[in-house]
């Protein structure tokens, strides 16, 4: 199993500080193969999360939400696959939710690296 980024879980934490995962999605670190298509995955759950469509808020939120770790597609398991810690991540969307955070934040454009 991949290595977590502390930095991660510690800007999580601080409710002053932006959250650090969004930022870290938009690093250029998980760009192609298995990690690729992981990082694509989560990418897409978040801008459904944040976004205005409430079906597809509420099947994120589903998805974010599970612990399941049997599915490799799984929240959880992608998460791990990435070296992000999945309580982290979650607490960071949840702050950028409350904060009414845009899902053009996290920009297709920027993605392409």
């Known amino acids: 199993m991949s290595e977590r980024n502390?930095?991660?879980?510690?800007?999580?934490?601080?409710?002053?500080?932006?959250?650090?995962?969004?930022?870290?999605?938009?690093?250029?670190?998980?760009?192609?193969?298995?990690?690729?298509?992981?990082?694509?995955?989560?990418?897409?759950?978040?801008?459904?999360?944040?976004?205005?469509?409430?079906?597809?808020r509420f099947e994120a939120e589903q998805w974010i939400e599970s612990g399941d770790r049997r599915w490799a597609f799984s929240f959880v398991t992608v998460c791990e696959a990435l070296g992000l810690e999945p309580s982290a991540v979650r607490l960071a969307l949840r702050r950028m939710q409350e904060r009414n955070t845009s899902p053009k934040t996290i920009s297709r454009q920027k993605m392409r690296g």
Do not use: Y
């Open 6 to 56: 502390p930095q991660i879980q510690e800007d999580a934490v601080q409710a002053d500080v932006e959250p650090a995962a969004p930022r870290e999605l938009l690093s250029n670190e998980h760009r192609s193969g298995v990690k690729g298509l992981l990082h694509a995955v989560l990418e897409e759950s978040i801008r459904c999360f944040l976004g205005n469509d409430p079906r597809l």
